[in-house]
């Protein structure tokens, strides 16, 4: 599967974005798929996974009750919805998929490109 994340760009702290990421090929929904980000200077970190059906999701806790993650498998497309952003949240988000409901880096064989979230303070 490839994956093509798009949705980012430059907000005042408090403000909302939607990534969405499109995946390729008819076997989206076998996949679980996550959003990671790696800001400036810092490690790529997990930041939400959701289950191949969407009944599932796991968030990191600095996101929780921001970030909405979902899906749609009928046009192949994972969402995240970041509300009340931060200056913290400013990093390149990617998002990946995996046969298995995981929040490892290792756990995901396919990513996209990622796109770029700044967030001013």
């Known amino acids: 599967v490839q994956l093509q994340a798009c949705g980012g760009g430059f907000v005042q702290a408090g403000g909302s974005l939607r990534l969405s990421c499109a995946a390729s090929?008819?076997?989206?929904?076998?996949?679980?798929m996550g959003w990671f980000r790696q800001a400036p200077g810092k490690e790529r970190e997990f930041v939400v996974v959701?289950?191949?059906?969407?009944?599932?999701?796991l968030y990191t806790d600095s996101v929780k009750g921001r970030f909405t993650i979902s899906r749609d498998n009928a046009k192949n497309t994972v969402y995240l919805q970041m509300n009340s952003l931060e200056p913290e949240d400013t990093a390149v988000y990617y998002c990946?998929?995996?046969?298995?409901?995981?929040?490892?880096?290792?756990?995901?064989?396919?990513w996209g490109q990622g796109t770029l979230v700044t967030v001013s303070s």
């Open positions: 990946a998929a995996a046969l298995t409901y995981c929040s490892f880096n290792e756990c995901y064989g396919h």
């Open positions: 090929g008819r076997t989206f929904s076998s996949y679980a």
């Open positions: 959701i289950n191949w059906s969407g009944a599932n999701t």
